[in-house]
């Protein structure tokens, strides 16, 4: 990219730089992106990659492919399409977004909840179910071993709503007046809420108790901040760990690692070296055992009879 400067005024001129012919097989295209330098620092633009207003919530599919924004006015989502640089489709929507996820790997299985309290599904030709939560929701996580969309919201419960019996659940009692963010940790599924009093609690989705309980912004109280986490709360994919931001506690983003206490780690361990001693002592069985042979005494002849040998006898 050509970068010039006028009376300290930078001007990028993207359109300068090599481009890679379209007629090109995907195989001569990548062989030319390891060779030339150029073509690896070149930029291409997606066609009409913007909102009319503002946008509210921008997603990535698992695949990379398809970028989805959501953003008013009109209410509406927009799906782009990265191999093509293009827009591909735009759905107006009955009222705004306050946040959507991609289910699927592209963008076959959307879920928006919107500001008056409804959760809407889409599915590939578009719009497929819309239902209602009890109070204004803020934000929602999806559990993908048991198929539960958890609700945070204006209220002191999480609600589920599970996808495949397609009915409400029990929900989570916490111990806030309201919950404005909620994640589902990559690794191990542990969700967490982010409540108003700026602590953080941690449920277990299989017995659906609570786990931990964590005060981040305790450290950050002053005569002049609130305690509360409505920016954002977020589980790191490989590691696990938790970071919370908020502007509202000093503009500080804070990092936990989530460890076992050390008498459920002496536990584990007891039991990892006791699962390694009995697979040892099953491997030394299995050698002693000694399979099945036949012998012949030497006044037997040919015609004569053999004997048999059962397992674990000592063989002659």
């Not at 030394?284 to 004569?304: D, Y």
Request: proline share 3%.
């Amino acid at each position: 990219m050509q970068v010039s400067s006028v009376n300290d005024v930078k001007i990028y001129n993207l359109s300068c730089g090599k481009s890679l012919p379209e007629w090109l097989s995907d195989r001569k295209k990548r062989a030319l992106q390891k060779k030339d330098v150029d073509i690896q620092r070149r930029i291409e633009l997606i066609q009409d990659f913007d909102m009319p207003t503002v946008s509210t919530a921008i997603k990535v599919s698992k695949d990379g492919q398809y970028i989805l924004a959501a953003g008013t006015y009109k209410p509406r989502v927009r799906c782009y399409d990265t191999y093509q640089l293009s827009l591909k489709f735009e759905r107006c929507l009955d009222s705004d977004v306050v946040t959507f996820d991609i289910l699927s790997d592209d963008y076959s299985k959307l879920v928006f909840l919107h500001c008056n309290c409804y959760v809407e599904f889409h599915s590939q030709h578009g719009h497929y179910y819309k239902t209602r939560i009890p109070k204004f929701g803020r934000d929602f996580s999806y559990h993908y071993p048991s198929c539960d969309l958890y609700f945070a919201g204006a209220s002191s419960e999480v609600y589920r709503l599970n996808l495949e019996q397609g009915k409400f659940l029990n929900s989570l009692q916490t111990d806030a007046a309201e919950n404005n963010v909620c994640d589902i940790n990559p690794v191990h599924y542990l969700f967490a809420t982010g409540t108003a009093e700026g602590k953080v609690e941690c449920w277990d989705p299989r017995t659906r108790g609570r786990v931990g309980l964590l005060d981040c912004a305790l450290s950050s109280v002053t005569e002049d901040t609130e305690t509360t986490l409505e920016d954002r709360l977020k589980f790191e994919e490989k590691s696990g760990t938790l970071n919370v931001s908020d502007a509202t506690v000093g503009s500080k983003q804070l990092t936990f690692k989530l460890k076992k206490t050390e008498q459920q780690q002496k536990q584990q361990e007891a039991e990892w070296q006791h699962h390694q001693e009995r697979k040892k002592l099953r491997r030394a069985a299995g050698h002693l055992q000694s399979k099945p042979a036949r012998g012949w005494g030497g006044s037997m002849g040919r015609g004569g009879r053999g004997c048999s040998m059962g397992r674990g006898r000592r063989p002659f």
